[in-house]
């Protein structure tokens, strides 16, 4: 029998990669202001750190603490899920310094200027490959600590195992344009970046949910909704989505008609978890009051709502007559802001709750009013951070319509701008509050440990010297 | 057994339809040879080695502080003149990067390129 030391051996660097993950929320958002700032005073840092670098360090920053907080969840859950030590504890090390490592050079560059110039990757292309490198060692430790059996797991080792496999496809697809073949010709090349960077949401989605799932398991201590057709319902519809449903960013490239067709028929599917959604809501509700004082549960809730309102905004912009408008403002910043705040990182931070919950109940207790001023400010924030993407957007359509010249249009905008700019850094300051708590608790827990650990050493030492002695 | 079946179905139906949009889905009418393919070439190497991706968009791919660039080119507001005026010295929001001459040819012949590839763009309403 294995005692729980050795079996969670692996904690300490699920807790390395928490630390990491929320380092990079916390600077993504940072960048992300001096980006929002650079919308409403263009000159500000115009040469030092333009925005050619700004946005490519916050897009860089937040899709990895989103990959990271996953990646943190797993390593801890799986020995808890597997009752097992993890498979390759210094695999999962290595994952950890080549993944911190690769994120130094990365930033490292964009600072410097070099870049590859590809969209969301925009870094060269050479570390994409360690990347892809540093994803082996965290795939091997998932497949083999869990040994999954796929004909009685849960949805939520599905959707996982999903996230891992469709992250190395579509991070490959993404550097097909290396290949002269796509990269001559750019229709080609357009719509297989479109259609890899679609289907990679989809796969850290898979990650994310995944996580939601099973932490709404052991939060309710219900094992069954995991394992019942609807939720196997809705998980192939969500593949078949990651799969296909890319197509309705293409509808203005020239590839065959075909492509739009099956992207639009996808991408309508997603009325059945809408429906779904609505269905359910009152019920959702009333559970969503009954347990607000439970802060996971809470983060849940609010991730509930983002769904119902960026899985509409999706449809509406998925509509090709109308996707001509709404393609190329902020209203598609918005749906995807939307995505990665409200949906992936409420159920992030559920996760990194449960754990720090689990973890140190006293502080994580003395805590929650902090965490919870910090969740009510981000939502409340991005809610009219969402707004005035949404406004911008609809702004730009009439000035389209009207034939105005782009300096027009950003002027504008401004108003817009200002909005989204100062909601930007309210977010900031509501996910602080969450980030803060995160390092406290987890620096009060080293710490702690450290001076257990020192403790014993002492005691160790005189034992060994009272033992000289006689 | 049945969810082990979906999903090879599913997957096997996504690497067909990988396959072909790699190939027949994407075929282009329009291919480049000789020194005009070297030209636009080099100018989509400019126009990724100085990331304007962080600023502007082709085909919907990019930024949004700077304008759409699809058709930049044939537009009667902008054009090669209007262009060529930004690369040169950078605009409000635009910093200077400085380009050569044939650097900005280079550009601009990729910016052409891209332009005469995107009637679907051109004839949405």
């Known amino acids: ?470 | 057994m049945i969810k082990i079946a979906v999903f090879l179905i599913l997957f096997t139906s996504y690497a067909i339809y990988s396959t072909v949009i790699y190939s027949k889905g994407t075929e282009s009418g329009i291919q480049l040879t000789g020194p005009q393919a070297e030209k636009v070439s080099q100018g989509k190497y400019l126009y990724e080695q100085y990331n304007c991706v962080a600023c502007h968009q082709l085909y919907g791919l990019g930024g949004y502080l700077g304008p759409e660039l699809t058709t930049a080119y044939s537009d009667p507001q902008r054009g090669e003149i209007y262009m060529k005026a930004f690369l040169q010295a950078g605009g409000p929001r635009m910093p200077n990067f400085h380009f050569k001459a044939d650097e900005i040819d280079a550009i601009i012949s990729y910016l052409k390129y891209v332009d005469s590839t995107a009637v679907t763009y051109k004839s949405m309403p």
């Not at chain 1, 630390?19 to 700032?37: K, P, Q």
Request: with cysteine; hydrophobic share 50%; net charge positive.
């Open chain 1, 1 to 470: 029998m294995l005692t729980n030391s050795s079996q969670y051996v692996s904690d300490k660097t699920a807790k390395a990669f928490l630390l990491l993950s929320i380092s990079y929320l916390f600077f993504g958002l940072l960048l992300g202001i001096i980006g929002g700032i650079q919308y409403i005073l263009p000159p500000f840092l115009k040469e030092q750190l333009a925005f050619q670098k700004t946005r490519p360090l916050h897009v860089y920053l937040v899709i990895s603490w989103i990959f990271t907080a996953a990646q943190a969840g797993l390593y801890y859950y799986l020995p808890r899920i597997a009752n097992r030590p993890i498979y390759w504890l210094q695999g999962a090390r290595i994952h950890f310094y080549l993944h911190a490592l690769v994120s130094f050079f990365i930033v490292a560059c964009f600072f410097l200027g070099y870049f590859g110039g590809r969209e969301y990757l925009e870094f060269p292309p050479l570390l994409g490959a360690v990347i892809l490198l540093s994803w082996v060692p965290f795939a091997i430790n998932f497949f083999f600590t869990l040994k999954p059996d796929y004909k009685n797991a849960p949805v939520y080792i599905w959707s996982w195992s999903t996230g891992i496999l469709f992250f190395f496809i579509t991070l490959s697809e993404s550097y097909l344009w290396l290949l002269d073949y796509f990269h001559t010709n750019i229709v080609r090349d357009v719509t297989v970046q479109w259609k890899a960077l679609g289907s990679m949401v989809g796969s850290w989605n898979m990650l994310v949910y995944g996580t939601g799932m099973y932490v709404m398991e052991k939060m309710s201590g219900d094992n069954k909704a995991n394992r019942s057709p609807l939720a196997f319902f809705f998980y192939f519809l969500g593949l078949t989505n990651l799969m296909f449903n890319w197509g309705h960013h293409t509808y203005i490239v020239p590839a065959a008609p075909w492509v739009k067709t099956v992207a639009y028929v996808i991408s309508m599917t997603e009325l059945l978890i809408l429906g779904y959604i609505i269905m359910k809501w009152r019920k959702t509700m009333t559970q969503a009051r009954k347990n607000y004082h439970n802060i996971p549960y809470r983060l849940l809730s609010y991730a509930d709502i983002w769904i119902f309102l960026n899985l509409s905004l999706a449809i509406v912009i998925s509509v090709p007559s109308w996707n001509y408008y709404t393609h190329g403002t902020h209203i598609t910043v918005a749906h995807a802001m939307g995505t990665t705040i409200g949906i992936n990182t409420m159920l992030l931070f559920a996760s990194v709750f449960y754990i720090i919950q689990n973890e140190n109940k006293p502080v994580f207790e003395r805590s929650k009013p902090t965490i919870g001023w910090g969740i009510l400010i981000t939502n409340v924030s991005l809610l009219l951070f969402w707004s005035s993407l949404l406004g911008s957007g609809l702004l730009k359509i009439s000035a389209k319509l009207n034939n105005e010249v782009f300096a027009s249009i950003m002027q504008k905008s401004q108003p817009w701008f200002k909005l989204f700019a100062y909601s930007g850094i309210a977010i900031f300051v509501g996910l602080f509050l969450l980030i803060f708590t995160v390092y406290k608790t987890l620096a009060i827990y080293i710490q702690k440990k450290q001076s257990v650990e020192e403790e014993l050493v002492t005691i160790h030492s005189l034992h060994k010297v009272s033992e000289e002695r006689t």
